[in-house]
């Protein structure tokens, strides 16, 4: 019940932000959105006994999320700055480890919702449609996955993942997504529809997998208690974080 009312809650105001806020409203609502994620990961981070990025991967964070200059820019800058930090630590072994937890939360995070910026710049649809995907995925294969769930996804990665799931979820993705567009995007033919909503499911389900396997190796759950029946933000945006920029780069090549 706690899942379902968060979702109640949640669905139409991010509704509301994709399609019709103001740029700074919807930019205000990504950057909180962000922060939350990367004070998760932060926290996962820890569970490996890795110090926490801090203060510097906030800010290299929001510079890659918000500057104008060309985020693959930003991203280098951010990777060699991690390295220079180790050179200030008594323990030269912790710099690679620090170096690459630092590197890995601003792509992870900060990176992945650049391009959510750039999708709703195309279009917001477009935008709502790449977030809508992982929404819609991850019922079908919540709901499928418990009820006929027999053979085992990935096991050591997440137990409860299961084959029929992930196959729901495609399946019920590949249907939202030429409903959607032959109706919001009609210009979208059959074929890009099937192939947009089938990579954008995909990369969602292995972004699941991917957190739900920083979880285990950290030893934790949830990544946070925020969100009653779903456990953190970075739970409830996973798929998303993998989805968006693949979803964008098939729109970049097919339009």
Request: charged share 10%.
């Amino acid at each position: 019940m706690k899942r379902v009312l968060t979702a109640a809650v949640l669905a139409p105001l991010i509704v509301w932000v994709a399609l019709w806020a103001p740029v700074p409203v919807f930019l205000a609502v990504l950057v909180a959105v962000a922060l939350l994620c990367h004070y998760e990961y932060s926290g996962i981070v820890a569970k490996y006994g890795i110090e926490k990025p801090g203060p510097v991967g906030y800010a290299a964070g929001l510079v890659v999320l918000l500057t104008p200059v060309d985020p693959a820019l930003a991203i280098t800058v951010t990777g060699l700055l991690a390295l220079a930090l180790g050179l200030a630590h008594d323990d030269l072994r912790t710099t690679l480890p620090r170096a690459g937890a630092l590197l890995a939360g601003v792509i992870y995070i900060f990176g992945a919702w650049r391009w959510a910026i750039y999708l709703r710049q195309n279009s917001t649809y477009w935008l709502l449609f790449a977030l809508a995907l992982s929404w819609v995925g991850d019922i079908c294969a919540y709901y499928v996955g418990r009820r006929f769930g027999r053979h085992k996804l990935m096991p050591r990665v997440s137990p409860g993942k299961s084959w029929e799931g992930a196959v729901a979820s495609l399946v019920g993705s590949l249907l939202f997504g030429f409903l959607y567009l032959k109706y919001l995007l009609p210009s979208v033919a059959p074929w890009q529809s099937f192939l947009l909503a089938a990579a954008g499911n995909i990369a969602g389900q292995i972004g699941d997998l991917a957190e739900s396997a920083l979880k285990r190796g950290a030893g934790v759950k949830d990544s946070g208690t925020m969100l009653p029946g779903h456990g953190g933000w970075l739970d409830r945006v996973d798929s998303t974080l993998f989805a968006v920029p693949v979803v964008y780069w098939l729109v970049l090549i097919l339009f």
